[in-house]
């Protein structure tokens, strides 16, 4: 069974940083293309930033120089460094990944989802 939990939300002030975190387990063989996402109230889901396996982070438009997505791939640990924020960055964030698992000889592709942290940000 994959897990996939994220960590480092909160409440903090305009211009403020935070760092999320999220953390795979489980009978993990490899993850694939991973992602950041964010759902503020009354609004869709929307990807913050991608990040194929070998490749740099894409992001969407609102949050480019002000955020970096990375990965340890070692630890099957994904990162969200967040910096400069402002209000319309509060949402829930989302990590997500595409993970192969291997059982009983086969192998398994599915996309997995972070339960989800709340930002906030407000003076």
């Known amino acids: 069974q994959v897990q996939l939990v994220e960590s480092g939300g909160g409440l903090v002030q305009p211009g403020g940083s935070l760092r999320l975190s999220c953390a795979a387990s489980?009978?993990?063989?490899?993850?694939?293309?991973v992602g950041w996402y964010r759902q503020a109230p009354g609004k869709e889901r929307e990807l913050v930033a991608s990040?194929?396996?070998?490749?740099?982070?894409v992001y969407v438009d609102s949050v480019k120089g002000r955020f970096t997505a990375s990965r340890d791939n070692a630890k099957n640990m994904l990162y969200l460094q967040m910096n400069s924020l402002k209000p319309e960055d509060t949402a829930v964030y989302y990590c997500n990944a595409d993970i192969a698992t291997y059982s009983s000889g086969n192998y398994f592709q599915k996309t997995y989802w972070g339960q989800g942290t709340q930002v906030t940000v407000s003076s």
């Open positions: 489980g009978s993990i063989f490899t993850i694939n293309d």
């Open positions: 990040m194929q396996s070998g490749r740099n982070a």
